[in-house]
């Protein structure tokens, strides 16, 4: 339960690292994507010797990425993400390994 609320407040307060105009998207849908151009963002998120990163496509309204938290003296988590633009806010299911376990924790950015 703490981790998952750090790393809300970590996500919440990230910075960005490639200053891209803000998206608005409403509605899932399938996309081909050799069709539709992808735009990458980046974001990095550093307190003392704790570290988030984010790495954004966008295609359309569907984002994939790959999220790591690496907490000092916890165990790492390192994984994929997938999600959709609503509004403002990201809505991702996001895949990771933490002590050789595989999970999925839906998250919102």
């Given amino acids: ?12 307060i990230l910075s960005s690292c490639n200053h891209n105009s803000e998206k608005v998207f409403t509605t ?7 069709k539709m ?6 974001y990095i998120y550093t307190s ?3 570290t988030v990163n984010l790495y954004l496509q966008i295609v359309g309204n569907c984002i994939t990425g790959d999220l790591s938290y690496n907490y ?11 999600g959709i633009m609503k509004r403002d806010t990201l809505f991702a299911e996001y ?5 050789g ?3 999925v924790r839906e998250v919102f950015f």
Wanted: aromatic letters at 6%.
């Fill in 95 to 99: 895949k990771f390994i933490s002590e």
């Fill in 72 to 82: 000092f003296e916890m165990d790492k988590n390192v994984g994929t993400l997938q």
């Fill in 101 to 103: 376990n595989e999970s």
């Fill in 28 to 34: 899932p849908v399938v996309l081909d994507e050799t």
């Fill in 37 to 42: 151009e992808s735009e990458h963002s980046c």
């Fill in 48 to 50: 003392s010797k704790d």
């Fill in 1 to 12: 339960m703490k981790q998952t609320f750090a790393g809300t407040v970590v996500v919440s």
